[in-house]
Nanobody, 123 residues
Framework: VQLQASGGGLVQAGGSLRLSCEAS????????MGWFRQAPGTEREFLAS????????GYADSVKGRFTISRDGAKNTVYLQMNALKPEDTGVYYC?????????????????WGQGTLVTVSS
């Protein structure tokens, strides 16, 4: 599985961005896709995930109510709509994928990773 993330950039606090992650290669009948963030000097943290079948999203408390994860099955793409961005949202955003639909938030639980896209939120 190859994952290609895009959509990062520079935005002012309070602004919005939408990240995209397109999957290609091996497919699974059931799978989960997710987004993680890594700020400088910190560990990669879970933000959101969505499973198929079911389309049930899950969020970290830090982004609940501000970020929305969604998927377009026809395009094999998952999105992360980020609203009300804060300077502390700055970091490299990674998409990830793993077979199965069980909720998982630990980085070691994910098999496939994209290359990351940088989001910078200025104050």
């Amino acid at each position: 599985v190859q994952l290609q993330a895009s959509g990062g950039g520079l935005v002012q606090a309070g602004g919005s961005l939408r990240l995209s992650c397109e999957a290609s290669g091996r497919t699974f009948r059931a799978y989960t896709m997710g987004w993680f963030r890594q700020a400088p000097g910190t560990e990669r943290e879970f933000l959101a995930s969505i499973a198929w079948p079911g389309n049930t999203p899950g969020y970290a408390d830090s982004v609940k109510g501000r970020f929305t994860i969604s998927r377009d099955g026809a395009k094999n793409t998952v999105y992360l709509q980020m609203n009300a961005l804060k300077p502390e949202d700055t970091g490299v955003y990674y998409c990830a994928s793993d077979p199965g639909t069980a909720k998982r938030t630990l980085t070691r639980s994910w098999s496939y990773w994209g290359q990351g896209t940088l989001v910078t939120v200025s104050s």
